[in-house]
């Protein structure tokens, strides 16, 4: 094949796939239209049935032009995952017109490329307004700022699938006065990145967050006289890379690229799917559709008798209400006393919901809901293949 022929072949490449993303910015905007349908019909958002005999019929169709059934089933529940969470995004807007304005200023850890800013694009590039991106370098700076009215949104990470809860952001919950107003997660795909040149073999400083660190302990475990220092960022990590010889910072690729670094090793966490879920904050909370999938979170302490806590959960099975999460919590000052997390599948405005809570009362000394919003854990449905 000559030269000419690639770029030709290349060329039709590129045409076919802007075709596609023209195909699939019609498709969603279609999709727009159904949930005007959805919304004045009182309709759930997400058709199980009809997702899973689309699926079903693109898989049976793609097999004719001799593509496989995991390939088309990967693509389309992407596509029907964006749908989804688009059509969502919607109507609760149209259900809290104030809720965004024409202007979002959004506040998170890091800066340019952290994972906390890959998360806030994620999460407002479904949503309307300028986004207006206010980076800081403490966890009690973005809830304070959202707190003052400098920021009308917070976006903090709440877990990951490697390295658990994160202590310092379950404990500012429990006084920052902001409402959880919705989630999202991201996958984090944590890289070794350091100044070009610059050898695995050459580093003896590696810059990074204690997550990160946590996330990657095998990998780190197997570098020889290599030591660590804590930064309070990704960012920060990274621009110490930059200005430190035989260094190295963990980051992502990402962000990496944007300032200059080169990345030296890829896929280190110590779990392959490495996901992390953040909340994002506001000053008031926001209503949140019946005709989508929920959360809430609550925040509570049990009275000091013996099953107190257990009594409190039997309330929620009896209720049949999902219990997704709970997180204990030791309470500043007072040794050895507990506080819970807990995030229900559930709809603050839901009677039933509103019950549990009530009937909660006498197993707790203390109550609070922490915010009730869109939930963004997707159920996949599984097509027959
Ligand atoms: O058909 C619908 O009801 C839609 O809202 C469209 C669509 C899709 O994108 O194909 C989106 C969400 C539903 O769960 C099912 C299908």
């Known amino acids: 094949m000559t030269n000419e022929t690639l770029h030709a072949l290349r060329r039709d490449i590129n045409e076919i796939d802007s075709e596609l993303l023209i195909l699939l910015a019609k498709r969603r905007r279609i999709a727009h239209s159904v949930v005007e349908y959805k919304i004045n019909n009182n309709k759930p958002i997400r058709d199980e049935a009809r997702e899973q005999a689309l699926l079903e019929n693109l898989i049976s169709y793609g097999k004719s032009l001799g593509l496989d059934a995991y390939y088309i089933n990967n693509v389309f529940q992407r596509i029907l995952e964006d749908s989804v969470l688009h059509q969502q995004a919607m109507l609760q807007q149209n259900l809290n017109p104030e809720a965004l304005g024409t202007t979002n200023r959004v506040t998170y850890l890091g800066g340019q490329g952290s994972y906390s800013q890959l998360a806030v694009h994620k999460y407002f590039s479904r949503r309307p307004g ?52 919705g989630e999202v997660t991201h996958s984090v795909e944590h890289c070794v990145l350091a100044k070009p040149g610059t050898e695995l073999g050459d580093i003896n400083k590696l810059f990074g967050h204690p997550q990160p660190f946590a996330q990657c302990s095998r990998f780190i475990q197997g570098l020889d006289q290599v030591q660590l220092e804590h930064c309070d960022s990704t960012t920060s990590a990274m621009k110490a890379a930059l200005e430190c010889e035989h260094s190295a910072a963990i980051g992502s690729a990402q962000a990496g690229k944007h300032l200059g670094l080169e990345v030296l090793q890829t896929a280190i966490a110590n779990q392959s799917e490495n996901h992390s879920r953040f909340i994002v904050v506001a000053r008031k909370p926001l209503q949140v559709s019946m005709q989508i999938p929920t959360k809430t979170s609550l925040i509570m302490s049990t009275s000091q008798q013996v099953g107190a806590l257990a009594d409190a959960l039997m309330i929620f099975k009896q209720r049949e209400i999902n219990l997704v999460k709970l997180e204990s919590r030791p309470v500043p000052g007072n040794p050895w006393e507990e506080v819970f997390y807990v995030d229900l599948e559930a709809n603050i405005d839901d009677p039933n919901v509103n019950q549990a809570l ?21 159920k996949a449905v599984t097509p027959k293949m």
């Open 130 to 181: 300028k986004l207006v991106e206010l980076g800081c370098s403490q966890f009690d700076e973005i809830t304070g700022a959202v707190e003052k009215g400098q920021a009308d949104f917070g976006v903090l990470p709440i877990e990951n699938t490697s390295s658990g809860s994160i202590n310092e952001v379950f404990d500012l919950l429990q006084h920052a006065q902001v409402s959880i107003v």
């Open 358 to 378: 009530e009937e909660l009362k006498p197993f707790t000394e203390f109550i609070r809901v922490l915010g009730c919003y869109q939930s963004e854990s997707l």
